[in-house]
């Protein structure tokens, strides 16, 4: 068996398929309801319809991924310490007020299906975090940038559909654009907090390999293109679409490199090795690791 | 109460991996599969080089994390200390293996045997409710709650103790009760100086690394 961390592959895209459509299906549930409570439009229905259509997928991912599929019912006994048995406990109320808001398209059943879908994102962060044997995954910091990549995913995915309905999404372009900032800053603290605390080398290349394209056309790029929008008008659409796309994609691929490419589990580690007659006591070794 | 571990004397294991072949013979796990297994590892630059050889699997964690995350149950943990796993309620999700520090966890889709066609004692032993769930060293619990039966004590007696242990041709391995101050393995740990892996995690496991005398 190897000693220094290996990839793990009991999780792999399926996974990061969940938390792509819980994510981004979630968030965008979230955002089109502020939207809609602010500014009231037609394509809150709409977007309702597709955030679950999304949390639906990422559910698929599960079922495709997890061996006994016909005892997945199983999966609600342990809500005392299991995010995953929450997550699975919110998402029947989840689609039940999710369904009601698009049928009524305003009113409690939106401010409903959005605390709903806010706990079921918090749960996703909570249950990637939870798993203590990814160094990549556990550290606290991986919470608040799962939180704030759903969020800008819901945002321009929001944005998007309020373009393409023919609407002026002016809170959008706003809620989009302190999302990526909130992202931005969480991303950072993570991949430095991560770099500063230990981590497996391969993870710590994988995400580095991120960085640069995240940080320049994942966050750089829309927020300029947002400012722009915002700065000249928001009658030409094209900014904030393409800011929309952009951040949408990136969060995409942020989570699938952090669940599939950066999951390097913990490997061995002695903190002193073994005296075998008079040696010395020598120091321990960590392989692998950067510190 | 009881509380059972295992202790691994790092100064005496030669890594002969004679433990790893008596868990798969005892439990018949597929050949991809090592419940028990005795890591190799290399330290040092020449000439000035070491190898330490030390066994592994699941540590039995007082705080386990895979218990923690099972969305099921199927993982708990006994009232002995000891982490197991209910076949009949696993899913198979495999969050219990991304949160096992130690890598213990293996999840296995298709029947697989070490030549093929199953052996007699492959026949004999394997578990059809164990292809698609999540599987782990489980120290041998099934000899572990025969000696109550029999009026045995797990860790001296061969017959309720885990087949790694009475295995091992260094007497590297050792079990028993932590709780019992007069146990093997409360003496041995009173002796000698320990550590536990990855401590650091908060995981509490029931395997401890023998270094040095006290």
Not at chain 1, 7 to 17: E, K, P, V
Request: charged residues 15%.
């Amino acid at each position: 068996m190897r000693v220094a961390p290996w990839h793990q592959t009991n999780w792999d895209a399926r996974a990061a398929g969940n938390f792509i459509g819980g994510g981004s299906g979630s968030g965008l549930l979230i955002c089109a309801g502020l939207a809609q409570l602010y500014h009231p439009g037609a394509s809150y229905r709409l977007s309702a319809a597709l955030a679950l259509v999304l949390a639906v997928l990422g559910l698929i991912c599960v079922l495709a991924e997890i061996g006994r599929p016909w005892r997945s019912l199983n999966v609600l006994r342990h809500p005392q310490t299991s995010w995953m048995t929450r997550e699975a406990i919110i998402a029947p109320f989840l689609f039940a007020a999710g369904a009601a808001a698009v049928l009524a398209g305003g009113g409690v059943a939106v401010v409903l299906a959005s605390l709903l879908a806010a706990s079921y994102l918090y749960c996703q962060a909570r249950m990637l975090q939870a798993s203590s044997g990814i160094p990549a995954w556990r550290h606290p910091k991986t919470i608040p940038l799962m939180l704030s990549t759903g969020i800008v995913e819901g945002a321009g995915l929001a944005a998007l559909l309020s373009l393409a309905s023919g609407e002026k999404p002016p809170l959008l372009t706003w809620l989009l654009l302190a999302a990526l900032f909130a992202r931005r800053i969480s991303w950072k603290r993570y991949i430095e907090a991560l770099e500063t605390d230990g981590a497996p080398r391969l993870a710590l290349t994988a995400l580095r390999g991120l960085r640069g394209p995240l940080e320049n056309y994942g966050q750089t790029l829309p927020e300029l293109l947002l400012l722009i929008a915002i700065v000249f008008g928001t009658e030409k659409a094209w900014p904030v679409a393409l800011a929309a796309l952009v951040g949408v994609a990136s969060g995409w691929v942020l989570k699938l490199t952090l669940v599939t490419r950066a999951a390097y589990n913990q490997g061995f580690a002695l903190p002193v090795l073994p005296i075998r007659g008079q040696g010395e006591v020598l120091p321990g070794v960590k392989p692998g690791w950067n510190k | 109460m009881t509380r059972y571990i295992m202790t691994a004397d790092l100064r005496r294991c030669i890594g002969c991996q004679t433990c790893t072949a008596a868990c798969r013979q005892a439990n018949a796990t597929p050949p991809t599969v090592q419940w028990r297994t005795v890591l190799d590892v290399e330290s040092g630059e020449f000439p000035d080089v070491r190898r330490s050889f030390v066994p592994t699997g699941c540590q039995h964690c007082a705080s386990p994390p895979c218990m923690h995350v099972c969305p099921t149950t199927a993982t708990h943990q006994r009232d002995d200390g000891l982490v197991a796993i209910d076949y009949d309620k696993c899913i198979g999700c495999g969050y219990c293996a991304v949160a096992c520090p130690y890598q213990a966890r293996y999840i296995t889709h298709r029947a697989e045997f070490a030549y093929g066609a199953a052996m007699e004692s492959e026949t004999a032993r394997s578990d059809e409710r164990r292809l698609s769930v999540a599987t782990k060293c489980s120290f041998c619990m099934d000899r572990v709650d025969a000696a109550k039966e029999n009026g045995l004590t797990p860790g001296l007696d061969p017959e309720v103790t885990p087949a790694c242990v009475n295995s091992c041709i260094a007497g590297a391995l050792a079990f028993g009760d932590n709780d019992d101050a007069d146990s093997n393995v409360s003496q041995i740990l009173a002796t000698t100086q320990h550590f536990r892996m990855h401590q650091e995690l908060g995981t509490h496991p029931g395997f401890y690394y023998i270094w040095d005398k006290k």
